[in-house]
């Protein structure tokens, strides 16, 4: 030992900090890992209870374990509860560990919500930022921890040595939020683990991963036909402690590490994936210090590390990063990105996307103002529907990495979470109707109701279906306002319904109906309803439009003419603005896995090929194009490589539609996958040379370069397929074209000569880990995306940038559609039409409506994305008692002044989330 690391453990404080990183369900489906948990958890309290000397055990960062295991052991709460209390078992601020690219901004608060509940309900909340999960970190990382009072973030993915060169740096979020950050060293979270841990107890180096049979432990694994693939396990555990391994394993961890800390403070990370605590970790501590005795090592938590870091480091030679962190890996110092997840099963990101629209738009918003206008909701239909729809966004479940078994439970839970949505929805617009005066029309009148989920008014082209009693039917339909004037309509069809109708006070009966498919042209108020009565009446024989020379879709915003070879070109009339060759389909090889992409050639494009092309629908409202190809490419990735590729054939059908005075063009795909192991896109050559695009993702709109850089030398390449959420967007300045997604996660932009925008349908690939040795899961074919195959996704041309174009209100309304009911005659008292909330400033985004955690009042979440302060006036539909701004954690913060009792006006900074708290006069 040199006098140099002597002198170097006497300035440095080594904080080891005991943890598991638990995935909820990843290599075992959840009933299975819980079984693991169960007996991780008993021994985790045991070893605590019985060694004082072992200071802690963190279990993730995640308080969903709690729930998981007391479910099955409730008569353990009391030791759990002491253990948590005494800040000696650490769980939270999370609920669950999530992706935080792949579910939406609110999802993200939801989950520390709960996490806060299930931690604070038996013991306490750990309040660190550490964050061993998702493939990268968003912007709004900062300002959401800090909403929760939490301003240190611990993280390795996303972040390399090049960002920082040392642990710590200052992390900038978009709205201004600072973050001390720290990106551990190498090994991130299983240093200690790998250098000390295993030579001392196994006798095994971080490298050693196959085990030796008969080395004084009992290996147990069934050996019949049922259960032969399950994994071996210990029942009789060696009892071995290499003592003689000490000295060297801690000079090799000092060593690597060294450099790396600005301040005294070092973290050794004792934890791997699935592991539990072992008592011998006590031992090794004294044995440290006995061997070194001039180390200042303590057995600590992350809450004293972070404690000691703030203390002591110097804020001013901090490095700086700004923004959303996905850096791929420089050297080992750093940890890998990994983010391919972002189209690993792309169904799972369609799910995610749809019950987080029934959730933020429809379900709780409305089952709440339903609650202001007397309906009883006071159950846990919401809390259930949300926990669900939480389990769901672990980072291995919704990044689509695990067995096929782990992901069909979560399509369970999606449906039970759609479920509860769809009937609470129903429950509230029920209430909400039933409040509305429609006490002048006749008693077997019939009406029409439209709901508007968003906080502005909006007029636009809706898909209706109306039921007319068959005894009643004419032939057609008007829909007839309150002043008498009748709203544009297109009858698109109809056919005899007998629907049937379920009451609680007698047997299912049904109602003999002509039900009409139809197109109409509403204007709604901000966040309400608007009714109209529905008016049987003689149909009108119209001739249908002569056949035109080429498909044309056109109206007053839009020009789209669709090309023999099925691609099609958009003139943007305001601009000018010609967008050329757009919407074909591009297949590449995939020799990757769920983290990966290996691309492989040949590339296979529609280009060419001749489609059938034809008119769905063509009047005054609605226009529709149907592109049918039957597409030939390679059977899997061996015939890819083939000379002479065995090819399957594709059936793929492309929907356009444009209605009345829509700025967008709206695309339906739908295919049958029969092939494997390739990665399917639509690609949209833009023609413009951005520097840089434009994609809407949690709370922020992100800003990311197109330039890419030589990085031959890095241990891994950068990823320049990036995530969105509702847009991406590309401009010139000028004009700009704006990909609108409903649920898709993955875009590139080619700065190549077409400057192509692709966005990514699926990526099939073989399913393969390597916990140790190499699991080969091909025979799972969930991972290859088969069979049918059904993507939502829109094209809007703007003026100027995303801001100036109003690409953010189009993802809206392109996203969270007009609703509809219909009923008989109503005897409320409301008046209509109906706003019950209004916000001003198109720019500002209602993120939630909902109950306030404390059950006092309501609230509301909104954030500015754009880049400078906007204000706004906010209107509600009831008298307002007072008005107050909270954390995200729901802590006050100020009293707002009422403009009157109906309104408020806010000032909201750049990229700012903005909690509100409503009290309601009664």
């Known amino acids: 030992m040199t006098d140099n690391f002597k002198e170097y453990l006497n300035t440095k404080i080594f904080h080891l900090i005991s943890n598991t990183h638990w995935d909820r369900e990843w290599r075992f489906p959840y009933q299975r ?27 993730d960062s995640q308080a969903v374990v709690l729930t998981d295991y007391l479910q099955i052991k409730p008569h353990n709460e009391l030791r759990l509860r002491k253990l948590m209390e005494e800040g000696r078992l650490l769980a939270g601020p999370w609920f669950i560990l999530p992706d935080e690219f792949l579910v939406s901004g609110e999802s993200l608060v939801r989950n520390l919500l709960l996490g806060h509940k299930i931690a604070k309900k038996y013991g306490r909340v750990s309040k660190t930022g550490y964050s061993p999960f998702s493939w990268g970190q968003i912007s709004q990382l900062p300002q959401i921890y800090r909403g929760f009072g939490i301003d240190v973030i611990l993280f ?41 841990y295993r030579p001392l107890l196994h006798n095994e180096t971080a490298r050693d991963i196959e085990r030796p049979w008969g080395n004084g432990e009992s290996p147990f694994h069934f050996a019949d036909r049922k259960m032969v693939t399950e994994d071996y396990h210990i029942i009789e555990p060696e009892n071995g402690y290499y003592e003689e391994n000490l000295k060297s394993a801690v000079e090799a961890i000092v060593t690597k590490q060294a450099g790396d800390f600005t301040t005294p403070h070092v973290i050794w990370m004792e934890g791997h994936d699935s592991s539990g605590p072992h008592p011998v970790t006590a031992r090794i501590v004294r044995d440290i210090r006995k061997v070194f005795p001039e180390i200042d090592l303590r057995h600590s938590t992350l809450e004293d590390y ?31 990105l990994y983010g391919y997840i972002t189209s690993a099963r792309t169904y799972l990101k369609e799910e995610q996307f749809d019950v987080e629209r029934w959730l933020e738009k429809y379900a709780e918003p409305f089952y709440t103002l339903a609650g ?13 529907a949300w926990r669900l729809l939480l389990e769901n966004t672990a980072h291995d479940s919704i990044g689509g990495c695990s067995l096929d078994s782990i992901h069909d439970d979560m399509m369970n839970r999606y449906r039970h979470a759609r479920q509860i949505c769809e009937g609470i929805f129903q429950k509230a617009i029920q209430h909400l109707v039933k409040q509305t005066d429609r006490s002048r029309f006749a008693k077997e009148s019939l009406h029409l109701h439209f709901i508007n989920p968003l906080p502005f008014a909006r007029t636009e082209v809706a898909e209706l279906y109306v039921d007319i009693p068959q005894m ?34 007698d047997r299912p009966m049904f109602f003999k109906m002509q039900r009409y498919h139809c197109a109409a042209k509403l204007e709604l108020p901000p966040l309400g309803l608007s009714s109209c009565e529905i008016v049987p009446t003689l149909a009108d024989f119209q001739l249908p439009p002569d056949p035109a020379d080429e498909l044309l879709l056109e109206n007053d915003l839009l020009r789209v003419n669709v090309s023999p070879d099925g691609t099609f070109a958009i003139l943007h009339k305001k601009s000018g603005a010609r ?84 700025p967008w063009l709206d695309i339906q795909v739908e295919f049958d996958n029969l092939a494997e192991d390739h990665r399917l896109r639509m690609a949209f050559p833009t023609g413009i040379a951005a520097h840089e695009t434009a994609a809407e993702g949690q709370f922020d709109v992100v800003c990311r370069s197109t330039a890419r ?11 320049y397929d990036f995530p969105f959420y509702h847009f991406v967007d590309i401009c010139s300045g000028s004009h700009g074209l704006a990909l609108l997604s409903d649920g898709l996660k993955e875009y590139e932009f080619f700065p190549d000569d077409e400057n192509t925008l692709a966005v990514t349908l699926i990526r099939a690939f073989r399913y393969v880990i390597q916990p140790a040795s190499k699991q080969d899961y091909h025979f799972m074919k969930g991972s290859q995306a088969p069979g049918k195959q059904r993507f939502h996704l829109a094209l809007a041309p703007h003026t100027g940038d995303w801001e100036k174009g109003g690409i953010l209100s189009m993802a809206q309304r392109f996203n969270y559609e007009i609703r509809a009911a ?38 509301l979440r909104l954030h500015n994305p754009s880049e400078t302060r906007q204000h706004t006036a906010i209107h509600f539909v009831k008298s307002i008692q007072s008005a107050a701004k909270l954390t995200l954690e729901e802590i006050p913060l100020e009293k707002l002044t009422l403009d009157s009792p109906h309104s408020f006006t806010l000032s909201i900074k750049s990229r700012e989330i903005v909690t509100l708290k409503l009290e309601i006069e009664e």
């Open 33 to 59: 890992n819980r079984q693991f948990l169960v007996e991780m958890m008993d021994e985790a309290m045991k070893i605590l209870e019985e060694n004082p000397d072992y200071r802690a055990f963190h279990l």
């Open 156 to 196: 390795y993915r996303g972040m390399n040595s090049l960002d920082a060169h040392n642990a710590e740096f200052i992390w900038e979020g978009p709205d201004g939020t600072k973050a001390l950050g720290s990106r551990f060293s190498h090994w991130p979270r299983y240093n200690f683990y790998f250098y000390i």
């Open 306 to 336: 972070v404690k000691c870091l703030k203390a002591d480091v110097d804020w001013e030679s901090l490095p700086k990063v700004y923004g959303e962190r996905r850096s791929a890996q420089y050297d080992n110092r750093s940890g890998n």
């Open 372 to 384: 202001l206008f007397g309906l009883d909701i006071n159950d846990q239909y919401l809390a259930e």
């Open 472 to 505: 009643m039917d004419e032939g057609s339909l008007k829909l007839r306002r309150d002043d008498g004037s009748l709203i544009p309509l297109e009858i698109l069809g109809s056919q005899p319904s007998e629907p049937v109708l379920e009451q609680l006070s």
């Open 579 to 662: 967008f050329n060759q757009l919407g074909y389909f591009y297949d590449e090889g995939e020799a990757g896995h769920a983290w990966v992409n290996t691309k492989v050639e040949p590339i296979y494009k529609t280009l060419g090929l001749k489609p059938e092309i034809s008119s769905l629908a063509d009047n005054s409202l609605m226009q529709k194009a149907q592109i049918a190809y039957q597409w030939p490419i390679p059977k899997n990735l061996k015939q890819r490589k083939s000379d002479t590729p065995e090819l399957v054939t594709i059936p793929l059908t492309l929907i356009l539609e444009l209605r009345a005075d829509t």
């Open 709 to 719: 850089p030589d990085t031959k030398d890095w241990v891994e390449q950068p990823m």
């Open 822 to 859: 219909q009923s008989g005659a109503t005897h409320g008292s409301e008046q209509e039409p109906w706003s019950f909330v209004s916000i001003e400033n198109p720019l500002i985004m209602l993120d939630a409506l909902k109950a306030a955690e404390d059950g006092e009042g309501l609230i």
